[in-house]
């Protein structure tokens, strides 16, 4: 019976992120239209775009290989299965035994490894150079990444992010400088990770500029409906991870019941929106960079991410 | 040194008001003249053919404030090439040979430029022989070193923009080599233009490049103005202002905000595209078209301005005076896009001064050049003009002589206000009974725009060759982008945003 509702609660997690994440998108398209003061679409236009692209007929390319055809699937699923790891509404989920923080980090970095390959496949230009611009991105971001997971870990003690929303949620943490620094951390590898100004322009027609974008030109239909799914799932992957870990309040504990689940609902989307905000009002505030630049960007998040842990390796050994 | 003194030279009083005089000279003098302008004694306005073989140059003396036409007979189809010596040439050259074919005689680059093998015809305003249609694909420059590699782009672009090709070469993400290709948006304007009526001349000049087409249609007006020695009425001259700096306020408006978005800062756009789109309104109602077109006529223009417009002109540039200085505060208060132009896209003044690169492209490099002020025309010789120069020549550069510009404007089109006087606005051309030339000279928004008029005795068009600025500014967008990233072309190309439609004719 227990075996049961763990499966069904998994299962509402899965379904959760997946109806969630064309919607955040929409919200912060339609914030930053808003912003600057243009009426924009309406928050549910991914989930149009979606059935459109659904709808529409593959064309592909004449040398487009194998890889091609299966790596919008292989970065579909195993970015909605690192998005299905990540608590939003309720911890001690059945899969979050299985899979911690890393197995996330590695979950990612296999779909940017299949759509780094899947850029330069068809051989275009603007793939080959989307790609070698991704994996610039990629090294940098990864590591520090990890050190944002190590610092974490070692201050809830585990890279089980169960574990670790428990005890930010406990109220025994208290206000940490690591944790501050893991914050922005974080927060620089989400926009980067999610192509976001300043990394890259998720709205750009300038295929020169072009990071994402540029790797997936050559999708259509079906396949490019895939890719852009996993684009929003990641989003609200990064958007969850820092609610849960920063603020976790409101999530509904392990065996809680109906209404705690409802509760932790409510309450999920509500960090959804403010944070959808926040990167609105942050991407219409600035320019983007040049590609040239983003490693330095990337290498304050490292190096914040490095010190948060040396600071902690420190003050435990005082 | 060649004697440059026997050339001649007119004054903008003159060749604005009566026929351009041309003088002919012989194949050594034409030689002189390309060294003359090698050296850069004086600028090159524009190259062109004639049906009849010729070939045709303007020639600007900057310092004097005087052009002269200089006219060459091209015995057996050919001509001293003045692109072998003189680079800014080159393409003009190329484009005479295209349509007309004159061979260039010692030219360097003999590829075709406007025709892409396509017309099933060669020099179709020459003696138009038929083709076969399978040519040899079209020779890029070649590129050798190592770990090289070509990224084409266009001439299909993801926005909605004009066709063009561009060819890099880069070393990882730095550009080694920008090649363009144009020509895409070819129409036939020279071969529309010859045999028309003067009214339909009109018409197509200000239909070849539709963001200019006040300051086309202007040149076409001025020339054959010129050749038929006109008198225009007064208050025409201050409604063709009025009407050439809105143009100029709604494009430098649009590029302001296009440029900044290209950086991916979106707010600058939406902020300037809303200040554009009032000028275009306001236009509408005061001249009865959002771009104005059709509206400068020869012989004056083709509607009177009401007190309305008058009043929409006014609150128009009370608006802009209120928002505009805001707008600039945000592009200059913003560390992430001022990191993007600065010192992005240098083009060197001595490349400027060579190309006689007109408008805010040669003004952001240091050339202090405005025919506004420099070949003074009506109603220009009556108001006070200050005409910005900036030194740097990078993208920030040319953001902030448009700045400067649309200051500028707004001033201008307060004083056009306040000088403009009444009575009528359109004197009929008439016929000229001789064969007659005149040249026209008029600052568009991108920089000059040159029209040399031919009519006939009846008054149709016998050549008329409009000169696009754009011809002197493409050329060095492949040098500005020399040594940058390939992600930044996009922020060089939209600061410099030369004409498609224009160029390719």
């Known amino acids: 019976m227990e075996l049961i509702e763990n499966i ?14 064309p919607g955040l998108t929409g919200l912060v398209r339609k914030i930053k239209a808003r912003l600057t003061r243009r009426r924009g679409a309406s928050v549910l236009q991914p989930y149009r775009d979606l059935a459109r692209l659904m709808r529409k007929e593959v064309v592909l390319a004449e040398n487009a290989s194998w890889l091609f055809r299966v790596s919008p699937y292989m970065i579909f699923a195993a970015t909605w299965v690192a998005a299905a790891l990540v608590p939003t509404f309720a911890i001690g989920l059945h899969f979050s035994w299985t899979a911690d923080l890393i197995a996330i980090v590695a979950l990612l970095g296999s779909a940017r490894f299949f759509i780094a390959l899947a850029g330069m496949d068809v051989g275009t230009s603007f793939g080959g150079i989307g790609s070698s611009r991704e994996m610039m991105i990629g090294t940098l971001a990864e590591p520090a990444m990890l050190l944002v997971a190590f610092s974490v870990a070692l201050v809830a003690g585990s890279t089980e992010l169960s574990n670790v929303v428990a005890f930010m949620a406990s109220g025994d943490v208290g206000i940490r400088v690591s944790m501050g620094m893991a914050l922005i951390a974080l927060t620089i590898v989400a926009i980067a990770e999610n192509a976001r100004i300043p990394v890259d322009n998720p709205a750009t027609h300038l295929e020169l500029t072009m990071v994402h974008e540029a790797m997936v030109l050559e999708y259509s239909g079906r ?33 809680a019941g109906l209404d705690g689940l409802i509760a932790g609902l409510l309450l999920f989307l509500a960090k959804l929106v403010a944070l959808g905000f926040l990167l609105a009002v942050f991407e219409t505030s600035i320019a983007k960079m040049r590609v040239f630049r983003v490693p330095d960007f990337l290498g304050v998040a490292l190096m914040l991410g490095l010190l948060g842990t040396l600071l902690l390796f420190v003050s435990r050994s005082l | 040194m060649t004697d440059l003194s026997d050339l001649a030279w007119t004054r903008s009083r003159h060749f604005r008001s009566a026929p351009i005089a041309t003088t002919t000279v012989d194949a050594t003098r034409w030689i002189g003249l390309t060294s003359a302008l090698a050296a850069g004694r004086v600028t090159l306005l524009s190259l062109w053919a004639e049906a009849g073989g010729a070939a045709l140059m303007a020639l600007l003396d900057a310092p004097a404030h005087r052009v002269a036409v200089v006219r060459i007979e091209a015995h057996g ?116 233009m010859a045999g028309a009526e003067l009214a339909r001349g009109a018409e197509i000049a200000g239909r070849i490049s539709g963001d200019s087409t006040v300051a086309y249609a ?114 200059d208060a913003t560390a992430s896009i001022l990191d993007r132009t600065v010192s992005t896209g240098r083009v060197s003044a001595d490349l400027v001064q060579a190309f006689g690169a007109g408008g805010y492209v040669g003004r952001a490099s240091g050339r202090n050049f405005d025919t506004r002020r420099d070949l003074r025309y009506a109603p220009y010789d009556m108001l006070r003009l200050d005409v910005p120069v900036r030194v740097e020549g990078d993208v920030n550069a040319r953001i902030w002589l448009r700045i400067r510009e649309v200051e500028q404007c707004c001033s201008l089109i307060t004083q056009m206000l306040n000088a403009l006087s009444q009575g009528p606005v359109f004197a009929d051309p008439g016929f000229p009974g001789a064969p007659r030339e005149g040249l026209g000279l008029v600052e568009g928004f991108r920089g000059d725009v040159l029209c040399w008029l031919a009519l006939d005795a009846e008054g149709r068009i016998r050549r008329c060759h409009m000169r696009d600025p754009s011809w002197f500014q493409w050329p060095l967008l492949e040098a500005a982008i020399e040594g940058n990233i390939i992600a930044d072309f996009p922020l060089c190309n939209k600061s410099f945003n030369c004409s498609y439609s224009g160029h390719d004719l």
């Open chain 1, 223 to 255: 396949h490019l409906a895939m890719i852009e799914l996993a684009a929003s799932l990641k989003l609200l992957l990064y958007v969850a991870l820092i609610g849960c870990v920063f603020v976790p309040w409101g999530i509904a504990p392990a065996n």
């Open chain 2, 218 to 331: 202007w040149a076409f007006a001025q020339a054959a103005e010129a050749a038929l020695s006109l008198t225009v009425p007064e208050r025409a001259f201050g409604l063709r202002g009025l009407m050439a700096e809105l143009e100029r306020l709604a494009n430098h408006l649009g590029d302001i905000g296009g440029i900044c978005n290209d950086a991916a800062f979106a707010m600058m756009l939406a902020q300037t595209s809303i200040l554009r789109e009032t000028v275009l309104r306001a236009a509408k109602t005061a001249f009865g078209h959002r771009f104005m077109r059709d509206r400068i006529v020869p012989g004056g223009v083709s509607g009177d301005l009401d007190a309305q417009g008058e009043a929409a002109i006014r609150s128009l540039i009370q608006e802009i005076r209120d928002r505009f200085p805001a707008i600039v505060d945000l592009y």
């Open chain 1, 8 to 21: 069904v609660l998994q299962a509402l997690q899965m379904l959760v992120v997946l109806t969630l994440a």
């Open chain 2, 77 to 192: 189809g050919g001509f001293p090439s003045v692109g072998a010596h003189h680079a800014a040439a080159q393409r003009l050259e190329r484009a005479m040979t295209d349509l007309y074919g004159l061979t260039p005689r010692g030219a360097i680059d003999t590829r075709p430029w406007l025709d892409h093998g396509r017309w099933g015809i060669a020099h179709p305003l020459g003696d138009a022989a038929a083709v076969p249609s399978d040519r040899p694909p079209y020779p890029f420059l070649p590129v050798q070193g190592e770990s090289l590699h070509v990224v084409p782009v266009g001439p299909v672009h993801a926005g909605i923009i004009e066709p063009g090709h561009f060819r890099f070469t880069a070393q990882g993400e730095t550009v080694v080599r920008l090649e363009e290709r144009l020509g895409y948006v070819h129409k036939g304007i020279d071969g529309l």
